[in-house]
Every structure is written in structure tokens, then in C-alpha cells.
């Protein structure tokens, strides 16, 4: 089976200075992938690479075998979506209005139809609105829909920018750190929503600092250091990997130990 | 403890404020009379003559103390609305005796006769603003109750003729059909004031919005009552030949700056050579209307040629629009600029014997329809109507029709794009918007409403010159956008209408109506840059904002206004 | 021959005026990102207030002295502006300086109006244009065929001269490294202890000095000033800013210098004269901004998630 979205060989390079070298990825369907590595180490810049914002140096992008469009409007449209690691909704758009943003891509009304607005125009109108209130219920945030977004609690607005990215019924979801700023409840609750995003058919990458959360939730992991793959595997490969520990944790190994004892006592219990 | 303070200062200012009302203002006596008369008090005989700023003042310190003492929601809007709206009207007057009624004297004790009445209340409005403002700021107040159809549609009814009356009036306020009368312009404004606190104590109660809200609930009712009541202000005091001319050029600029609305208000992108596109609409009507000047010497009908102004105006659009795909924001406010200044040069040098050069196109042939010359006075049923209806008709058909076109638009999955590109480009390209299109769409879109309203400008006019489509035009549009308040109709209308009104009613002052805009920018900027009235999503965003005390509110209206009227009185 | 030589000689004075009002746009810009509409409004401040300077300030005989009332016309004019620059960065933009792009922009706008028209009603006979003494009037160089006129000349030498001074000044002074520093990352300029707040002022003060000279330079030159010269000669500043690649300060010169040059050889050679120099120079500037946004010398702006 050819994975959803796979990533060859991606290089960036600015100005001479290269940000990603030779960094590969696949993501098979159905499955959870999450990508790790310290500050800097090229996560997002890689991201802008599988959204189409950046065009890779060399090496390039396939989504379900095809080359990814050069415009991230298209990469969306092809199906895949993503959220923003400094939360970036349309601060004066209502809940509503900002899943029903998603949906632009999925709704055909061309000018003169939104123009005139016909039985046409109605039918896909009520049709993304029903989509759209669908998904806010799927993410709980049922109730707030006429509030404005930038009035909503921080991880309400988390769950938004994950509803609008899902408006767009892509086939991979993209998330740069859905739990940054979370209380431990909050990032449960996140676990849980993005398990029920995969039960759906959506496959997703991650990129989190909390290796705990990625742990727990991957399928597999790969991890970023000054922009090369260091190692790729399931969560328990990687744990255990010692090349991990030092390059990425930079801490004393006996002290990660104790930390990642403490993350499968947790998964435990 | 602050809070203490404001019942007593409240209180004490309204009792201020209706003593300084009472007072004699004046002791001079004014080309044809005493300004206003010092002795009598034409309360109810004349409730909008002279001595009418008396009244609202009356009114207005009346309403001061019965809101300090009766509890009602939100007080401090009610009172600082009231207290603006005094200030306003002891200000302006204040400014106008002084300045064109003989200096200080006027207003001291010259004669022997002591005048402080406008003194005293300006400190009364003061005080009573000082005592508004000590308390603590609330949320707004939402009235959530909704009625059975018949009983909302009753209601706006009501409320749309309300307004209907209140703009006649103010029309007329002090002064009928634009007959030179010395004190129309303190005379205005002090009515504006009065109608200013009197909105903004209906806004603290939260009515103006549930009427809106209603009005949302039953849009096509709405549209329906609001042309009807715009068909019938030729039946109205207004009805002359003055009133109509000018009413027709507020529905032109009004049309165009709805157009300019939807390039700034919902795409939020900067045009500083729109009325270009106008002018662009203009032409075209003109050489296709077989004026005698003009280059082609065929004559189409106006609706013919009318389309093909707002084709050509459109076509020119997207390709000024174009640059959009490869320049954003200050620069293409630049762009837009070098468009508009390009488009004032060439039409000066008359190129291709297009523009008629300085000479411009004159004598546009009149309209003319199933033989009604659109400039005579018709007469329907044996009532004698202004000169100039039919032209205010197809007006008011346009500005409805512009209407139609920017509520559509804006509530549909494009107007929601236009927003989200406002909101943050880079964002709504990651959700699947194509952003280079929809701009230059909306440029199209906006260029070629500004072109259908040049051709009816040039027609109304009967004259196309590149004159009227210069640069300050343009700032006067964007003005009108953005003191009406940006990405909403009634805004642009309002705008619109205050800017166009305004010179006309101010006549004294017209010589600093650019002074004042250029000054409205500013104030507006720093202050309410959603405008006066704001968009739906906007207000929400400002009821928060009010809470931490971070808005000021109705000093926006007000105030420009005043500092207007000092400038003059300087 | 002659003739080309002739307008590029005018190109070049008219360029060197264009500088230094170019100056105070790329400076600005360069600092808060802010096109600030408005200066062009302060070199037709300076330019009255050196022509108010001699009305009403200098004894009929020092009227007559160039080197006696033209430093005293400069000098007052630079301070109109300056003034007005700082009344206008401190009301109208300081308060802006966290509002959306948009708000600024237009405030900008707004107070360029308001100048135009405050200055029209305010200054005795501005309703119509108001004559210029010639104060500099030595005789014209000749050279060859071609006239260059004294005033004109010494346009050109000033805004060179102030050009250079400025150039070295931002290069090498203490305030200078602060101001490039500020351009280049406010931020970290500010914890660095620099007063972000000085910087501007500062930028927004010598922007307005520059731009007072050369409008009192203007008024020697053109020999009548009205209410507003600033506009439309602003504009040509900001498009020789833009193309010169807008907060370089070497390409604003030479910016000028082309729009100068452009001009005056339009005058003469392109289709329409005189009539259209404008409007190639706003195509010029439309096509810098499509093609070429960081103008000739400026750098390319890095694309940021």
C-alpha cells in the first residue's frame, strides 16, 4: 500500500543556509505520525515543505503517489489541511464562520451564484453549515458558535483551528504543536480528539515538544535534529534509542531514564 | 469611591445645563435678528426654529437627572451620550456667537446685559460628562426577546419611518430648501447632537440593536420598507428641487463608496484611486450618449450604455487589481494611487478625444423616459413633484441595486473568503482560498459598481469631466467607508450622506470641508476606527473592549464635529 | 545634443530636489514600516516656512544679502517642519503604533490633507500660489550651450552635500547604529537598551530638516510655492524611495536622481511631452512595484510561516 503522503529526500536550503537535508517521511493511512526534535531543528520549516508553502530545494512531496501542488491553496484542496503553532484563526469571523472558511475549498459557488443566490447557492449553504456545526459538535464546541473566535478560551481556540483545517475534508491533517500552553486535562481531552480524527479515516502528523503526549499517541515517530532525520520508528523503538537521548534530550541519560520511566508508569496506570 | 462621585456630579451638571439654557445666550443682535431672541423662549411654537438648541438642552438635562436616580441598565452610555450630545449643542452655539456674532462680548456681559448661558452650559455638560465617566463601564446590553412576525414587522415599520422622519428633519433642520439662512449651520448641528444623544441612548438600551437584529431576522421586509420609505421622500418637506439634486449626489457617492466597501471593508484592500473607476464609468456613458463633444456619435440607450460602463470600468479594474498577485498592503495602496493619478492626467489631456481634456464632456443629453425629461418636474395624479424625481428614483434604484450586490456577496462563501484574506492572507491560502483571484475580483467587483454610478453621475450632471474623479475625491470615499464604518452598508451610507450633507448644510464653512476630513481620518483612526456604525462582528469585539475601558465610544461622533466647528469659529 | 544635455542637467537639479524629500520617506519606512503620506506635506510646510521666514521676519535689507536670508530661510523652514513632523508623529502616529496596518496608512492620509488645507487657510493669499523670492539670484552658469541656473546648482549641491552628511552620520554615529539597529529588529534593539521611541523621533526629525530645506531650495528654484506642491512632488519622492528600494537611503538619491532624469527626458522625448511626464513615472513606479518590489537596491524580504 503506497503510504497517503510520503516526503523524499526533502533539502531546503535559504540563502545558502540549509534547513532540512535529505529528510524522508512516510504516513501510511489510518495512522497517527509524530515528528520531534529540539528548537530549531527544522519541524516547521519541514511542515511548510508537506503544506506547499515552501517548495523543497530538492526531493519532493507525494500525496497518494502524486506530486504535491506548488500553491498551498491547491495542497489544501488535494486534502491536506493544517493548524498553526501560534494559533492563527480569523480573529473577528465567529466560530461558525471560521469552520465555514474550511469548507471555501469544498463549496462550488462561483460569483454570480453567491451573487444571486439561488436555490442552488441556498442548498450548499445550508449543506455547509450543517457540515460545519457537525464538525464543531465533533469537537466540542457545540454550543459556541455565534461567539466570536478570538473571544473563545485558549484551547477552544485550538479545537477551532483543528474544526476549520477538518472543514476542508482533508485526507491528512497536519498539526504544529495542538497541545502547546495545555493543562494536563486539556491535553488528555486533545489525545482524545485527535484518536477520534484518526478513527474517521484522517491520517495525521504531529509535531510536539511534550514527548510524553507523542509517545503515547504515535504510531511512529520520527525525529528532527539540525535538520537531518536522526531516527524514525514506533514510540517504543525511539524511547529507547540512545542517539535520542543524548542528541535530542541533551540531558544525562540516567535522568531521561527516570523521565521516560515515568511516562510508561503513566501510560500504565 | 469614584463611583460615589457620579450621581452627585451627574446630577448637579443636568441642573447646570438646564439653568445655562435658560439663561440669556447672546447680546447682540444678528444681520435680521437677536441670536437667539434673549427674552423669548419659543419652546413649543417653533420646536425647530431658532431657540430650538433650548430645548434639546432642556430635553437633554431633563433626561440627565432622571437617568442619575432612576436605576437602568448601563448608565454610563445613557449618561455620556447625553452628556455629548449637550456638549455638543452648548459648544457649537457657544463657538458660533463667539466667532461669527462679535467676539467675546457677545457671550459675556456686553451691554450691561449678563449672556453667560452658554458658558454655564458648556460647564454644565461638562460637569455632568465628568460625573458619567466616573462610572464603571458595562457590557452591552442585549435585548434578546424576539416577537411574532407581524409584531417585528410593525415595529420596523415604525422604526424605518421614525427614521425616514428624523433624516427629513434633520434635512431641514433650522432652514428649508436651501435658502441662505446665517444660522443653518450652529442650527444643524445643534440638531445633529440632539439626535446624536438621543441614538446613543437608545444604543445604551440596547434598542438599536435588537432593531437591527430584527432587521437581519426579516431582510427582504427590510429592503422592501426602506426603498418604499426612500420613494417617499420626494412626498416629504424635502421635496424640492434642491433637496432632490442634492439627495441624488449622496445616492451616487453613496452607491460608489458601498462599491469601495467591498475592496476595503471586506477585502481590506487599500484603493486610493477608486473614484477613478467612476470617472472610467462616467466616459464611457458620456461618448455613448451622443453628446455633441463626444468622440463616438452614436447614442444608445442608457441602459446599454450603462452596462457598458460598468464593463469597461470592471475590465480596468482587474487589470489595476492585477498587481494584487505579486504586491500587498501599503504598496498597493500605492499602485491603486499611481492608477488614479494616471488616470487624472490622461484624462486632462484628453487622450484619443476621449475625456473632452479641460473642456470635459458637456451637455450629456438628459434621460428620458416614455417621454418624461428626467430633469422636469413631472406631475402624477395631479400632484406637482420636485424636478429632478426620476433622476432620484433611478438613484435610489441604484443605491438598492448596490445594496443587493454587497449583501449578497458578503454573505456567501466569496464574502466570507474576501474576509478571511482581510483577517490574515496567509492563513485563508492554507485553507484552500485563492487569494490572488478573489482580490481581483473584488476589484472588479467594486470597479464596476463605481463605473454604473458614473454613468448615472454623468448623466445627472449632464457633464463628464476629469475634475470631479481627482484625488481628493477618492479620500473623500474612503473617508465616507471609514467614518461610516468599515464592511457594513448603513456605514457607507451614513458616511456618505454625513460627508455630502455636511458642505451643504455648513455652507459658511464649505471652505474647510477638507480640513474636516483630512481631521476625521485621524480622530476616527485614533479613536473609533470601526467607524460610527460598526460591523456586526466588530461591535461584539468593542462591547468586550468597552468593559476593560479601553474604547471611547460616542466621543467619536461628537467630537469631530465640534473641533470642526472650532475650527471654523477660529 | 544640446538639448538632451540641457534636460539632463534639469533632470539632475530636479532629481536632487526629489532627494531630499525622498529621504524622509525611505528613512521612515525604514524604521515602522509606515509610508508616511504626509511628508510630502512637510516640504511644502518648510517651504512656506522659510517664504514666512522672509515676509515677515527678515529687515528689508537683509532681504536682499543672499547669504544673509537664505540660511535664515532654511533654518526656518527646517524648523516649520520639524515641528509639525513631531506634533504629527506624536498625536497622529505614536498611538498607532500597535493598530492594524491599515490605521496608520490612513492617518497618514488624513493628515496630509489636513495640512494642505490648514496651510491654505491659514497662510495669508495660499488660496492661489504664492510668488517666491529669488533670493539667490547670482547669474547662471553657462556651460557650452546649455544654462544652469544658480539656484538650481545650488539645490543640487545641497541635497548631495546633505545626502553624504547623512549617509556617514547613520553609518558611523552613535544615534546611527541605533537606528539601524531599530530598522532591523525593534525588539531586540529594545532590549539592547535602545530607546525605540528617540529612534523614531529622531528619524522623523531629520526626515522633516531634510525635507524644509529642500522646500525652501524648491521655492528659490521655482520662484512660487501653493499649498500643494507637497503632493504631487511627494509622490515622485516616495516612487524614486520605492525605486531606489525603500529604506536604503543611498538608493533614495539615486532613486531621484532617475525619476529626475526620467522626467525631463520625458518632457522632451517620449510620446505626449510635457503633458504625460507624470504619467511615465507613475507607470515606472506601478511597474517597480509589480516587478521589483525591493527596488534596486533594497533586499528581498524572507518568506516567514
Known sequence: MTPVLQARDVSMVFGGLAALKNVSLDLDEGKIVGLIGPNGAGKTT??????????????????????????????????VARTFQNIRLFPSMTVLENVLLGRHVRMKQGPLSSLFHGPAFRRGEAAARDRARELLAFVGLGKVEDELSRNLPYGDQRRLEIARALATDPAVLLLDEPTAGMNPQETEAARQLIFRIRDTG????????????????????????????????????VRGDPRVVEAYLGKPPEEVEAELQAVQEGEQS | MKTAMARPLSAIGSVVLIIGALLPWATFVLNDGPYPDKATLEFFDAPFGLSSFRLYLEILGLAGIVFTFVPVRDKIRVLKSIGWGAAGISVVNLLFIAGDGGGLGAITAADGVPAFGSIVAVVGSAVLLFGAYQLPPEPLTVIDSKLPWWAEWLILLAAFVALLFLITETLTAGGHSGVSDPYIGPLFLSYLSAVGALLGVLHAFGVTEWISDMSERHRVFSIVVLVLCAVAVPFTSVGNDYWMTITANIGVYAATAIGLNIVVGLAGLLDLGYVAFMGIGAFVAANLSGAVAAEFHIQLPFIVAAIASGIVAGVFGAVVGSPTLRVRGDYLAIVTLAFGEIFVRVSQNNIGGLTGGSNAIPNIPDLSLFGAQFNDAPTIGGLQLPGGVLYYF??????????????????????????????????????????????????????????????????????????????????????????????????AVLGAALLFV????????????????????????????????????????????????????????????????????? | MATLLQQIVNGLIFGGLIAMVALGYTMVYGIIQLINFAHGEIFMTGAFGGLAVYTWLLPAEAQKIWYVALPAMMVGGAIVSLVVALLMERLAYRPLRNAPRLAPLITALGVSVFLQELTRIVYPGANSAVPFPNVFSAAPVHIGSITIPSSGLLMLVVSVVLSVVLQTYVNRSRMGRAMRATAQDPDTSRLMGINPDRVIVLTFGIGAVLAGIGGVLYGTYINNVDPYIGFQNGLFAFAAAVLGGIGSIRGAVIGAFVIGLIKNIADIYLPGGTAYDYVWIFILLIAVLVFRPQGLFGEVERVRA
Open chain 1, 202 to 237: 484522517v491520517s495525521v502528523v504531529v509535531i510536539e515538544h511534550d514527548t510524553k503526549f507523542i509517545f503515547t499517541l504515535c504510531d511512529r515517530v520520527s525525529v528532527l535534529v539540525q535538520g537531518e532525520l536522526l531516527v524514525e520508528g514506533t514510540p517504543d523503538e
Open chain 2, 502 to 570: 455636511l458642505p451643504e448644510e455648513l455652507r459658511q464653512f464649505k471652505d474647510y470641508r477638507l480640513l474636516f476630513f483630512g481631521l476625521a481620518l485621524v480622530v476616527i483612526m485614533r479613536f473609533r476606527p470601526q467607524g460610527l456604525i460598526a460591523d456586526r462582528h466588530r461591535r461584539a469585539e468593542l462591547a468586550d473592549e468597552d468593559t476593560t475601558g479601553e474604547s471611547l465610544d460616542d466621543t467619536a461622533i461628537k467630537e469631530p464635529v465640534a473641533v470642526a466647528a472650532k475650527e471654523a469659529g477660529a
Open chain 2, 394 to 491: 433611478l438613484i435610489v434604484l441604484l443605491v438598492a441595486l448596490v445594496m443587493f450586490v454587497f449583501g449578497n456577496l458578503k454573505n456567501s462563501r466569496i464574502g466570507r473568503a474576501w474576509i478571511a484574506i482581510r483577517e490574515d492572507e496567509d492563513v485563508a491560502r492554507a485553507m484552500g482560498v485563492k487569494t490572488g483571484k478573489l482580490k481581483i475580483l473584488a476589484f472588479m467587483t467594486g470597479a464596476t459598481l463605481a463605473g454604473l454610478a458614473g454613468a448615472v453621475f454623468a448623466h445627472k450632471l449632464a457633464t463628464a469631466s476629469y475634475d470631479s474623479f481627482q484625488f481628493n475625491q477618492s479620500v473623500t470615499l474612503l473617508a465616507a467607508v471609514i467614518l461610516g464604518g468599515m464592511g457594513t452598508i448603513p456605514g
Open chain 1, 46 to 79: 519541514f511542515f511548510n515543505c508537506l503544506t506547499g508553502l515552501y517548495t523543497p530545494t530538492t526531493g519532493q512531496v507525494l500525496l497518494k503517489g502524486d506530486p504535491l501542488p506548488g500553491d498551498p491553496a491547491a495542497v489544501t484542496d488535494a486534502g
